[in-house]
């Protein structure tokens, strides 16, 4: 049975940093693509990250060279590294699992792509 876990959220000022955890059971997830998502109130979830069986990893504008997207292979966790945080990061944030990427690869950067989801972990940045 496929579960991730989220870990790691918190409340932070604005130029903070947060390390989010997702660990992942029931499958081994290093052989698949895996991401982060966030859904902010009243938003639709929007990809942040994803990262393949290669190691071929995407951001979203909105995060690129403030986030960092890794993972643990020996503890089947993924990470993700906030740093600089700003107000409009406040959102709850998802990790997720692409298990029907041919050969690893991610299907897309789509809410859509991805069949296996945890329960979230709630990122608030102060100002």
């Known amino acids: 049975q496929v579960q991730l876990v989220e870990s790691g959220g918190g409340s932070v000022q604005a130029g903070g940093s947060l390390r989010l955890s997702c660990a992942a059971s029931?499958?081994?997830?290093?052989?698949?693509?895996m991401g982060w998502f966030r859904q902010a109130p009243g938003k639709e979830r929007e990809g942040v990250a994803t990262i393949n069986l290669y190691g071929y990893i995407t951001y979203a504008e909105a995060v690129k060279g403030r986030f960092t997207i890794s993972r643990d292979n020996a503890k089947n966790t993924l990470h993700l590294q906030m740093n600089s945080l700003k107000p409009e990061d406040t959102a709850m944030y998802y990790c997720a699992a692409d298990l029907n990427g041919r050969r690893g690869l991610c299907r897309g950067r789509t809410e859509a792509d991805f069949g296996y989801w945890g329960q979230g972990t709630q990122v608030t940045v102060s100002s």
């Open positions: 029931g499958y081994t997830a290093s052989n698949y693509c």
